[in-house]
Each structure stands twice: as C-alpha cells, then as structure tokens.
C-alpha cells in the first residue's frame, strides 16, 4: 500500500522539519485535508510546548490564518498558525521608529528634521527626541489598549519630498522626466521617501505586534490650519487648489501610525 508522506517547517534562521506519520495513498481530499489541519495543530502544539520550555513568552501573540484571537482550530486545513513574543514594552520600539525617521530626514536647512511631531491620542507629546523619549518615561504605563500613536512631518512641502523620494542619503530624490515644455511629467506610483522607508523598517520588527499604517492624510486632519513657516523663509499660504480643480484643499503630510492592542504588548 502507498504512503502519502509530509512534513511541517518552522520558519526562522534553523528552520527545523517536523516529518508527519504518512496517509495511505487513496485517502478522498476531504479526508485529507482533515489530516493535514489536525497535524498542523499538533505540531504547533508540540513546538510552542517545546520552545516555551527554554524560555519563550509564556502568552504568546497567536495568529491563526492572519487573525488574531483566533482558536488553534480554526486554522484552515492549508492555513497558517503563527507565533510571535509580545513586545515588553511599547516604548522603545517607538522611540526606534522616531530616530528612524530623524536619522533618514533630509538635512540642507535643517527645517524638516525639526518638525517631525508625534501624536498621542491626538494630542502631541514632542518635535524632538529627548521630549518624545521624556513623554514615554514618565507616561508609558498609561498607554493602553486601542491607544494610537501618530509620527508626521509638519513641514508644508513634506509630501513633495515623500514622493519624490528624498532622504538623508538621497537628497536629490528621483529624477524627473521632463515635457516638450518643461512640464514635470513624472508620475509616482508609490512613496519612497523618509516616512515610507522609516514605515517598512519598523513593519518588519513590529509589524505583527501593532497595526501599524502609512498614511498622507490632509492638515485638517492634524488642525494644520495654519501651515509652519520655516525660519528665514517665505510665508506658505494656508491652503492651496491645483489648477482647473472646483475646491480648496489643505495640504497633506507623510504620516505613521501605530494602534496598540493587548495581544500583541504587555501592557502595565
């Protein structure tokens, strides 16, 4: 009689195989995948029993096909269980996300570094890192469950300088590809400036502990009804209509936000 065999892969830098008994060849689909979802539960079992006996977090954040708070039994038969350590704190990983930001914001005047903000809860807690860093040492065992945190640059061109993909190391930006008539004619498909690189960095450290979103999103959102006027510089006006459009409308900054929830930081 033939035997169907399988095996299960952890992901990680080992990757270690965890070879499944075999199913009699023959075995209908239906049946099948029931076997499949069984040793998938089984062994995320024997696996996290295993990894927690040498000292991996006791109340794990558990993502079942991408859900959280999801029962081990649900997973579908072809599905995904996955296991992450909670953050112990929420403070450094956003301190890490701010000077992220200020290490790759461009510096010819110096303007835009200074005016990158963050929000808590709509209200700001600091332009500059020793404030941001004072805030969390003395509020962050007030930080709680669906708390939002909001990191955005205040300058009025930040949004140019995010499309264009200019940065610390990348000053110049993307070069731009010019009409019959010197019209700008280059479109941006995607952001590849300060926020948006700052944005997947800290994705793929705590990505699936928070929800953690890029967003340009306009000064009225921020109550910039007035935009900043940098030092030296001329006066920007408040709000802006591009040609042959019907309304006016503020302008609109690079912005990062993080939502927090319990499944995925200690909370104090």
């Keep these: 009689m033939a035997i169907l065999n399988f095996s299960i892969e952890e992901t990680g830098r080992k990757k270690p195989l965890y070879e499944v008994e075999g199913v009699p060849a023959g075995t209908n689909l239906a049946d099948l995948l ?9 062994t ?37 269980i996955e296991i992450y350590s909670k953050l112990s704190g929420i403070a450094q990983p956003l301190l890490d996300l701010y000077q992220g930001i200020r290490r790759r914001s461009p510096k010819v005047s110096g303007n835009y570094d200074k005016y990158n903000a963050v929000y808590y809860n709509g209200k700001l807690i600091g332009d500059d890192y020793n404030e941001v860093k004072a805030w969390f040492d003395t509020n962050e065992t007030k930080v709680k469950q669906g708390d939002r945190f909001r990191f955005v640059n205040r300058a009025p061109y930040a949004l140019a300088l995010e499309l264009k993909g200019v940065t610390r190391g990348n000053v110049k930006g993307r070069t731009a590809k010019v009409g019959k008539k010197g019209t700008d004619k280059t479109t941006v498909r995607k952001p590849n400036g300060t926020y948006y690189l700052s944005y997947i960095a800290a994705r793929k450290k705590i990505g699936k502990n928070v929800k953690i979103k ?55």
């Design 34 to 42: 029931s076997y499949t979802k069984e040793a998938l539960i089984a």
């Design 44 to 80: 995320t079992n024997t696996v996290l029993k295993d990894e927690q006996s040498r000292g991996f977090d006791k109340d794990p954040l558990i993502l079942v096909d991408n859900k959280r708070g999801r029962s081990l039994e649900l997973v579908k038969p072809l599905g995904k």
């Design 214 to 268: 890029f967003e340009m999103l306009p000064g009225s959102y921020f109550g910039f009804t007035n935009p900043i006027t940098p030092s030296g510089g001329r006066s920007f006006r408040t709000t802006f209509h591009e040609k042959n459009t019907k309304y006016k409308g503020y302008y609109v900054y690079p912005s990062i936000t993080v939502g927090i929830f319990k499944e995925g930081v200690v909370l104090q």
